[in-house]
């Protein structure tokens, strides 16, 4: 098994974080291949909350060295912030264990602002970023106007370019109303954070070749989700990356010869932060009860901005875009827990639009903002799941919802989530 891809079937958020601590487990690599911080994987180890948003899963598997990719997008301070989280934890993040991809680009400071001063442009129709400069530093790199992690491995030389690109920046800014930044503030906030991690920077692409050729097994951790993917999610209300599976391949390097195994995961419902389409959406009492209170961590409160998700029922139109565009081979079913106690269990399988009944989701986003989910209803169950640890201590009803889920989509759901914790996933 060379290759495994690891891929959010809906909005982001669907438990990516936890599905690729599992398999890190069998995995020799770990690599991130697009997004950047704006990302947030939550993973339970004992009693310990790791909430990590550039850094891949795999870290906390001792035998797996990890790997940002050339498809990502690195703020040098944030991610030094990241590690010493993790030192402190007790985690290996010695070079060598993690590597930095040299063709990696770099959030400025610039890109951080010039997010917000879009956000504040775009008024009412704004995408709800996660203003962590995201879609400044991709545009900035199909500009090729960015800088690259690589060239971290010259300090000084990385500090002037940075002031150059926050002197060029601030022409935009101050055009669209904006403050500027000091140039030589940026410099200075991110020269230690260079000098920090130039050990770590490698051509992660031939690191991950070779490691391929001499047979060890590679998980591919995505970010963010299918439906936030530049090209295949509901635009503009999207990322500026491809998280979906051809992402894994242009933003690590490697060949598709390489990936047998592609896993989407799903939220046993559905959530979504920021703006844009969600045609199976609740609101009042239900949705405060698929939300949760936000006391717990696996509430849905975004992990990287605390906003509150928006919750709704599960799509199955989404879910089966998702499996063509990125040729699933399995579907992992996260947060089934969260269902338990609900009479009736309602499942999107259909569009309605202008009186037509759609089995696929429309091409605009105009059009699936207008369509009206049609919609399947299952008997629930009160069982509270927690303790399932087998397929058969799963109650009925949960099983013919998983099974139903399996039957539209035509792939395998053969494995659950039912709580946070490692040991918290079933297995059929
Ligand atoms: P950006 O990636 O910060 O530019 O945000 C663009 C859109 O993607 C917004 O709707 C964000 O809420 C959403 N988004 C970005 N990263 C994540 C994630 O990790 N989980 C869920 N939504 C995300």
Redesign the pocket.
Known sequence: MPATVVIGAQ???EGKGRVADWLAAQSDVVARYA?GD???HTVYVGDQVFKLHLIPSGILRDQAVCLLGNGTVINPVNMVKEMEGLRAAGVDVSPGRLLISTRAHIIAPAHIALDAAGEKARGADK??????G??PAYTDKTNRSGLRAGQMADPEAFADALYKHTGAANERLVRDGNDPLDPQKSAEEYIDAAYKLKPYLADTSAYLNARLREGAVILCEG??GTM?DIDHGDYP????SSPTVGGALTGLGIGARWVDRVVGVAKAFSTR????PFPTEVEGELAARLRGTGENFWDEFGT?TGRPRRCGWLDMLILKYARDVNGFTELVLTKLDVLSGLPEITIGVGYEIDGTILDGIPVTTADQMRVKPVYETLPGWDEPLGSARTWNDLPKAACAYIDRIAELLEIPVNTVSVGPERDQLVQR
Request: proline share 0%; aromatic share 8%; charged share 5%.
């Open positions: 909005w982001g958020d997004g704006n990302a947030g995408i709800g970023t996660t203003l962590r995201i879609g970010a963010q936030l209300f999207v990322t500026s932060v920021g703006s844009g990287t």
